[in-house]
C-alpha cells in the first residue's frame, strides 16, 4: 500500500520560509503522481502543486506560482514544497496524496497522508 508521512510544519513569521516533505513510499507502478494540497480554516481543501516522479511534469494552482516549488528526489522517495514569502493566508493544514500507476496529475487521489499545520504569524 501507499504510505504518506508529511514533515516541516510549524510556526513561521510573515516573509519567511518552510520546507514540506512527503515521504512516500509503497508504490508497485513505474510512474505516480503526488500532489500537495491545503486546508484552511473555513475553506475548502485546494490542491496546490503536483509533480509527477519522473519530474517531467509539475502543476502549480495560478495564486501560488512564484513562491511554491514542488520537487522530488526519487532517491530518497521524498516530495518537498518549499514555500517562500510566506503569507498569513497561507496558513493552513497541507497534506500530500499520491496516485499511482499515473502519467498525468490527476483532479482526484486515492492515498493521503495525515497532514501537517503550517502556521504564519507574527
Known amino acids: 500500500d501507499v504510505q504518506l508521512v508529511e514533515s516541516g510544519g510549524g510556526l513561521v513569521r510573515p516573509g519567511g520560509s518552510l520546507r514540506l516533505a512527503c515521504a512516500a513510499s509503497?508504490?508497485?507502478?513505474?510512474?505516480?503522481?503526488i500532489a500537495w494540497f491545503r486546508q484552511a480554516p473555513g475553506k475548502e481543501r485546494e490542491v496546490i502543486a503536483c509533480i509527477l516522479n519522473s519530474g517531467r511534469m509539475t502543476y502549480y494552482i495560478d495564486s501560488l506560482k512564484g513562491r511554491f516549488t514542488i520537487s522530488t528526489d526519487n532517491a530518497k522517495g521524498t516530495v518537498y514544497l518549499q514555500m517562500n514569502g510566506l503569507k498569513h493566508e497561507d496558513t493552513a493544514v497541507y497534506s500530500c496524496?499520491?496516485?499511482?500507476?499515473?502519467?498525468?496529475?490527476?483532479?482526484?487521489?486515492?492515498?493521503w497522508g495525515q497532514g501537517v499545520q503550517v502556521t504564519v504569524s507574527s
Open positions: 496524496a499520491a496516485n499511482d500507476g499515473v502519467h498525468w496529475c490527476p483532479l482526484s487521489y486515492d492515498n
Open positions: 509503497g508504490f508497485r507502478r513505474d510512474d505516480y503522481a
